[in-house]
């Protein structure tokens, strides 16, 4: 049994994942910005935690890690506002790892996606650009921590099958459905071979816990 953060708590691969941690016996916290998600947010079995990590500080997210064996970050401001996107993608991820450091848990998973990279060609006058920068930086940030991260980058998520097969460092982004992100997620918690690795992936044909073991 390990005790797990989900940032992002009401996004639509956490509610999916939720329900596969408790079932395996997890004790699941879920970070969500509008108190009026809690019932649904429990529904899944996760214990719902209002706490706005756009705004609150890094000593107040080090108490809300506290206690918990990993942090999945898989929150996001959902594009528009540039501001915000760099505000919640970028600053408060780094937070939130500044803050699984403070308190001590090493384990954190970014769900990231599949093009996310210093490269990532998003020309600056697409909408897209904000969001682009802000997790790549998110992402070189958590690389270069001490923490056991993982980098996950799916591909376009689709509201497909959980198939439980994907396709690891396919060579161009194709879709998965977000029933297999979830999936992922869950597996790369309790898979070591994950630990300090950029997992870009598809739905494929390779059953994930292999997949993401190396075999």
Do not use: C
């Amino acid at each position: 049994m390990a005790r797990i953060l989900i940032v992002g708590g009401h996004g639509k691969v956490a509610l999916l994942l939720a329900p596969l941690l408790v079932s395996r016996g997890d004790e699941v916290t879920a970070v969500i910005r509008n108190p009026a998600h809690a019932a649904e947010v429990r529904i899944t079995g996760a214990d719902p935690v209002a706490f706005d990590v756009e705004h609150e500080d890094r000593p107040a997210l080090a108490r809300l890690v506290t206690g918990h064996d990993a942090v999945v970050w898989s929150a996001g401001a959902g594009g528009g506002d540039p501001a915000r996107t760099h505000a919640v993608d970028f600053e408060a991820a780094v937070r939130s790892m500044d803050a699984a450091k403070d308190a001590g848990t090493r384990r954190y998973v970014m769900v990231s996606y599949f093009g996310s990279t210093p490269e990532h060609g998003v020309p600056a006058t697409d909408s897209f650009h904000a969001y682009a920068e802000a997790k790549a930086a998110a992402d070189e940030y958590l690389r270069a921590t001490a923490l056991d991260w993982t980098v996950l980058g799916p591909s376009r998520l689709t509201a497909g099958e959980g198939t439980g097969r994907i396709d690891v460092e396919p060579p161009v982004s194709g879709e998965v459905s977000r029933a297999n992100v979830a999936q992922v997620v869950a597996q790369t918690l309790i898979e070591p071979a994950t630990i300090h690795r950029t997992i870009r992936f598809n739905d494929g044909e390779r059953p994930i816990a292999e997949a993401l073991a190396g075999h």
